[in-house]
């Protein structure tokens, strides 16, 4: 039942992108330009690539509400290390690390208070944006070597943008890693039922905490690619990214209060919602009112959530009664 009920929703997200493809297609001429679809990718990869972490999170009845303040620090603190004179690879090296220790603070101090994250990455948002702002005040960095800028801007053979093709790596390895392993049938378990996983063996507190520093990885490498693209960082850097990457799990048909989703369907609503907000900046709709279209999607996708729960409850109950 669950498979089968995934698999609709999966459907449903493949008409709504043709739906949507259409819609764009209809409003604007330059909507199906080659060119412009493929410059399209740029507006979306970097969230695109901490969705995929956070959809495993929430799959393990975690959340991360931190992300985008972890994307920001990252961020800063290459701009200073890329001012002291750092190279390319440290740069680098330094935005995982910074990412991945976050992310595991994060998981850490979930798991040590007993707290859901919700609470925790709250605060930890405050604290990680915080000291970014701290660090770069009114100012910016944009003392960044010439070959930083490969990593968000550059093309492989000439139309592929290199970040576009992380994503789609990245979106393979956790396919896999989800839907084919131990580890991902693990995953699972614990969002199914936490106290059950634990008393059949499956180490939670470990899982939930690789989880946690899995996504802070993501984020330092969305860091990098997003400022890499843009060769400079300011103190409002990726701002409002954590409604969008929540928005693009949950739409996915990841379930908010875990054990179901699939990397197929976050995939859909990750272009689903980035050839959206790219068919409206083509007729030059504000951004303040693509928020509230992704907002929308949010609230759409919860309720049906829920809705659907409901109604394979109440069908359960009545064929126990009969």
């Known amino acids: 039942m669950k498979i089968r009920a995934l698999g609709l929703w999966e459907v449903a997200l493949f008409f709504l992108l043709a739906g949507v493809i259409v819609l764009n297609a209809w409003l604007s001429p330059y909507f199906l330009d080659v060119y412009n679809l493929i410059d399209s990718t740029f507006s979306f990869s970097e969230k695109a690539l901490i969705a995929l972490p956070m959809a495993l999170l929430i799959i393990a009845r975690e959340i991360d509400v931190s992300v985008a303040s972890i994307v920001a620090l990252c961020a800063v603190l290459m701009g200073v290390a890329a001012d002291a004179g750092a190279s390319v690879p440290v740069l680098a090296l330094l935005s995982l690390c910074v990412g991945t220790a976050a992310g595991a603070f994060n998981g850490l101090i979930v798991n040590a208070l007993g707290v859901h994250s919700i609470v925790v990455t709250i605060g ?70 936490p106290d059950a996983a634990r008393y059949s063996g499956v180490p939670v507190t470990r899982y939930r905490v690789a989880l946690f520093a899995l996504t802070g990885f993501m984020c330092g490498l969305a860091a990098v690619l997003l400022a890499s693209r843009l060769s400079s960082v300011r103190l409002d850097i990726a701002t409002g990214w954590e409604l969008q990457v929540i928005t693009m799990v949950v739409l996915g048909g990841v379930a908010i209060a875990g054990g179901a989703g699939t990397i197929l369907g976050v995939t859909l609503a990750v272009f689903l919602i980035g050839l959206l907000t790219f068919g409206l900046s083509l007729v030059n709709v504000p951004g303040i009112v693509m928020n509230i279209y992704i907002g929308c999607m949010l609230i759409a996708a919860i309720t049906l959530q829920r809705g659907a729960t409901f109604v394979r409850l109440h069908l359960l109950s009545s064929n126990k009664e009969t």
């Open 124 to 193: 930890t948002l405050s604290l990680y944006r915080g000291i970014a702002v701290s660090i770069v005040r009114d100012g910016s960095y944009t003392g960044f070597p010439g070959g930083f800028s490969w990593f968000g801007q550059h093309y492989l053979w000439g139309y592929v943008p290199v970040e576009f093709l992380i994503y789609v790596i990245a979106t393979l390895i956790f396919g896999v890693l989800l839907h084919t392993t131990n580890h991902g049938r693990r995953i699972y378990a614990i969002g199914t039922n």
